[in-house]
């Protein structure tokens, strides 16, 4: 019986926890400010990488205004 309640209590623990069982960031604030804008700046440098990637900040060869291609 002890343990069916003991059993029904970690449940009930468990299942109401918003989020992960460990904290992601730490619970100092300073360390978590800095926590959250490493990631952010990690985040924000998945779109750089995404681009070298494909190669689509590589320069367009087309030019956009018409030339004469002959002597002038």
Same mark, same amino acid.
């Not at 992960?20 to 750089?48: H, Y």
């Given at each position: 019986?002890? /343990?069916?309640?003991?059993?029904?209590?970690?449940? #009930? #623990?468990?299942?109401?926890?918003?989020?992960?069982?460990?904290?992601?960031?730490?619970?100092?604030?300073?360390? /978590?400010?800095?926590?959250?804008?490493?990631?952010? !700046? +990690?985040? /924000?440098?998945?779109? +750089?990488?995404? !681009? /070298?990637?494909?190669?689509? !900040?590589?320069?367009?060869?087309? +030019?956009?205004?018409?030339?004469?291609?002959?002597?002038?």
């Amino acid at each position: 019986m002890r /343990r069916m309640i003991l059993a029904v209590l970690l449940a #009930a #623990a468990l299942t109401t926890s918003v989020g992960c069982l460990l904290p992601a960031f730490s619970g100092d604030r300073v360390r /978590r400010t800095q926590q959250l804008i490493f990631t952010s !700046e +990690n985040q /924000r440098a998945i779109l +750089n990488f995404w !681009e /070298r990637f494909w190669m689509l !900040e590589m320069p367009d060869h087309m +030019n956009p205004q018409r030339v004469h291609g002959g002597v002038i």
